[in-house]
């Protein structure tokens, strides 16, 4: 069942980030392209890459990860840094949906700048998260939150930040 879900796991990942690393190089293409049949077929081959592709295996991914977390013991410092940076890629992934929004419409613009920032911050998280899943560093939160994996921990921060908000019982 793990290796089986891993798998899952793993084939979606690689689905999900190459789409992500190949849609900066499509947008890239639209330049010096003007209204017409080549900039369809690019507008058709980039919703394919990010709609048919790109998301569905996103989907799968957090699936799968979501259901090893009840296969696996995750309750480790490295865990909660790979969730961190998974939410900053589901943000990015997000990006590239707003990017092709404007992109294809009259107008539309990617320049180099673009590419290589997109890109680049692409590339960053990806290998970021792989390093963090595959090193799994040790780091002992007691240094700097002590109750951070403390049963009720969560409950206690939210009432030193917002006060005691149980509604008493007359
Ligand atoms: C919501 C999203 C995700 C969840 C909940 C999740 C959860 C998990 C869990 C519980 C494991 C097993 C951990 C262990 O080996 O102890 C795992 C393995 C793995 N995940 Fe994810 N994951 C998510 C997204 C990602 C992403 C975006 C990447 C890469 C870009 C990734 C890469 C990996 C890799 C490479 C492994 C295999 C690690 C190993 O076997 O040692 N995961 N994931």
Redesign the pocket.
């Known amino acids: 069942m793990i290796t089986l879900t ?1 798998f899952i ?2 084939a979606t ?1 690689a689905i ?2 190459g789409g992500l690393l190949a849609l900066p190089f499509l947008f890239w293409q639209r330049r010096g392209l003007r209204a017409g049949p080549e900039l369809d077929q690019l507008h058709r081959i980039a919703r394919l890459v990010y709609v048919e592709l790109t998301s569905p295996a996103a989907f799968v ?2 699936f ?3 259901v ?2 009840f ?4 309750f480790e410092e490295w ?1 909660t840094i ?2 961190v ?2 939410g900053l ?2 943000m990015l992934h997000v990006v590239a949906g707003l990017v092709m929004h404007q992109l294809f419409g009259p107008g539309g613009r990617f320049g180099g700048l673009s590419f290589v920032a997109l890109f680049s911050t692409y590339s960053v998280v ?1 290998v970021a ?2 390093w963090v ?2 090193a ?1 560093p040790q780091i002992d939160s007691n240094q700097f939150a002590a109750h951070l994996f403390e049963p009720g921990g969560l409950a206690r921060l939210f009432h030193q930040f917002f006060g005691d908000t149980r509604i008493p019982i007359p």
């Open positions: 891993k796991h793993l990942i999900w980030s991914a957090i799968s990860g979501t090893l977390i296969l696996q013991a995750t865990f790979k969730m940076l998974v890629m589901v990806i998260i792989i899943v595959l799994k």
